[in-house]
């Protein structure tokens, strides 16, 4: 069975969400926004099944990690970025951050087309690349990474609440319209910190398990360590330690710590991008 279709029908799922998320916000009505909501919440929910199903076929029609191409690693980062938010709402159930969802699915949606529509690489691996990615090792490296993105991602998210918000307070539009619909300032902060706490293991772990299978092969070190992913990932992981020591030890929170939140989102966007000898997927 193809994976196609279900792909197709996720990217539109998440589509209608964002569409759904976005009337929320706008509504003012309070009946119209609960039904948009829980519309919005539906339509996510349909697109994580479907995108999680079109994954599976995938994996069982090639007999490879679901995540062996360029294109597909950032289609799965769309599927984890749906997928944290909503852990998100669950695990904050009493107060979930609805409005996260309008930023969230637009972005899991561009994930979804742009490596659906992006043409993968034609050339061949050669047989020290196959050996090199014929390792649980390699599916533990991507799915680590791939899943911190996806949490890095959303706390990028919670900053552009974050700036929106503090805009309107700003701009003292304080009352009814998208304002209503925030939550506060320093939930907002809070969340975006707990998302980067759990990301950081995870890329931690993504980078030391590709650094220990590069290690096991014959490759000379500075081959490996300055290839541009590599290096890209490195200074990803010293903006968000960075990140973490200062807002935990310096108590430097607020603008600052959301410049350097969407600092960040940028090198994770080189990785994927960036030219490599060594990272090729296919």
């Known amino acids: 069975m193809s994976s196609v279709p279900f792909l197709v029908l996720g990217a539109f799922g ?25 519309a919005g919440r539906l339509a996510g929910a349909f ?10 076929l995938h994996c069982m029609n090639t007999h490879h990690t679901p995540i062996s191409t360029g294109p597909e690693a950032i289609s799965a980062t769309g599927w984890s970025i749906a997928i944290a938010y909503f852990f998100v709402e ?8 609805s409005a996260l969802g309008a930023a969230a699915f637009p972005i899991a949606f561009i994930c979804v087309f742009t490596g659906s529509t992006m043409a993968a690489p034609k050339r061949q691996l050669s047989g020290f690349h196959l050996q090199l990615l014929d390792s649980s090792l390699v599916s533990l490296h991507i799915m680590a990474i791939i899943f911190a993105f996806g949490l890095l991602t959303l706390a990028v998210c ?17 009352f009814g319209g998208i304002f209503s619909k925030l939550p506060p300032l320093a939930d907002v902060d809070h969340l975006a910190f707990t998302l980067v ?23 000379p070190f500075l081959s490996w360590a300055t290839d541009p992913p590599t290096l890209a990932a490195g200074v990803c992981w010293l903006i968000y330690g960075l990140y973490l020591w200062a807002h935990a030890t310096s108590n430097w929170q607020g603008l600052r710590a959301n410049y350097l939140l969407l600092a960040g989102l940028l090198i994770v966007v080189l990785t994927f991008f960036a030219p490599s000898h060594l990272h090729r997927f296919s």
């Open 90 to 97: 669950v695990s904050n159930w009493k107060r979930p951050p």
């Open 197 to 219: 706490c759990l990301a950081f293991p995870l890329l931690s772990l993504g980078i030391i398990a590709g650094i220990i299978r590069a290690a096991s092969f014959p490759v």
């Open 158 to 174: 919670c900053s552009l609440l974050y700036l929106i918000e503090h805009r309107l307070l700003k701009q003292k539009r304080l």
């Open 14 to 38: 998440y589509l209608l969400a964002s569409v759904l998320y976005i009337a929320y916000l706008l509504k003012t009505q309070h009946s119209q926004q609960i039904a948009f909501l829980h």
């Open 47 to 56: 697109g994580v099944i479907c995108h999680t199903t079109a994954i599976g």
